[in-house]
């Protein structure tokens, strides 16, 4: 099997294990119900996490996407509070705000030649500060159409629900799998990923590829605001705090190397899930902490660090005695 492939399979592995430990434990964690629901609130970070993903996967980072995500719950709830105009309009509205905010900043990143961690550091300072001095409230969103996609969602066998924003995030997945494995974007991606030399020899255009990678991550941002503010039906700024974070270590756990040029978009998906399964068993559990969340995530970010090490130093041993 191709060594690239191994992060993702243990991924897999550690999901089915992990979730056949808990069903053995509370059988009632296999019903649809809690699939829905596991689905359903985790849809934000989903979609946050798949921008992430090709942001990792072209060897950048994205350190702004949570602020972006409260920039644009509270955008959305002001604007509806204070004005007459449709959700809809106001969608486009932000959703053209949060991809220029991203465009701009893969631009800084591309023509100053600046590190993708500083340029996207000062991105989330001032998409939290805007966030801010819009209100520092929550503030409620009270509209008959937030009401009406509130309600939406598809009934599943066994008494489950497939939510409006949990179908949103697995349509996100599978735009994001056709775009990295189907598309020349997906492949100049990788291809940038694996250096900014290699790529500029087989001729990616590596401007325009780093603007569109960033642009992407603004609108999944803008995008996952939306959803964030149709689950809590509210803006605030200082809401999806550390959700980079999450979302980074959903692409890590998913079998993406933190140093670009290699990953898969559905292994994040497995990523978002497993931190789901580890909320919902402390959840059914009762007696644990929901800082035992964060010590997992973190014992198994840790150990996929080691794996991706060990993986690179077995390639490098194999080219060097090939």
Request: net charge neutral.
């Amino acid at each position: 099997m191709n060594s690239k492939y191994l992060p993702l399979l243990a991924t897999i592995v550690i999901f089915l294990l992990a979730y056949t430990g808990c069903v053995l434990q509370f059988p009632t964690m296999l019903s649809t119900r809690v699939v829905g629901n596991l689905l359903t609130d985790n849809a934000f970070l989903g979609i946050a996490a798949v921008g992430m993903t090709f942001v990792i996967l072209s060897g950048g980072i994205d350190l702004s996407i949570g602020s972006v995500i409260a920039f644009t719950g509270v955008f959305l709830a002001i604007i509806l509070r204070d004005t007459s105009i449709h959700p809809l309009f106001a969608f486009a509205l932000v959703l053209v705000i949060t991809t220029i905010f991203g465009a701009g900043m893969g631009a800084i990143i591309h023509y100053l030649s600046m590190p993708p961690f500083i340029v996207t550091l000062a991105g989330m300072f001032l998409a939290r500060g805007i966030a801010f001095v819009l209100s520092i409230d929550s503030i409620p969103i009270e509209h008959d159409f937030y009401s009406q996609l509130s309600d939406l969602y598809l009934l599943l066998p066994g008494g489950g629900r497939l939510t409006l924003i949990g179908g949103i995030m697995l349509v996100v997945f599978a735009g994001g799998i056709l775009l990295a494995h189907r598309t020349r974007f997906g492949a100049n991606v990788y291809a940038l990923g694996g250096g900014v030399q290699t790529a500029q020899l087989m001729g990616v255009p590596v401007g325009r590829t780093t603007i569109q990678i960033y642009a992407l991550s603004g609108f999944l941002a803008g995008l996952s605001g939306i959803v964030f503010s149709l689950y809590t039906s509210a803006g605030y700024s200082l809401a999806t705090v550390g959700v980079e974070l999450d979302a980074i270590a959903a692409v890590v756990i998913g079998g993406t190397l933190l140093t670009g040029g290699a990953g898969f978009v559905g292994g994040t998906l497995i990523g978002i899930l497993i931190q789901g399964l580890i909320q919902t068993y402390i959840t059914f559990d009762g007696t644990l902490s929901s800082w035992w969340t964060k010590i997992l995530i973190g014992l198994l970010l840790f150990a996929f660090i080691l794996m991706q090490k060990g993986l690179l130093l077995l390639s490098r041993f194999n080219r060097r005695y090939a």
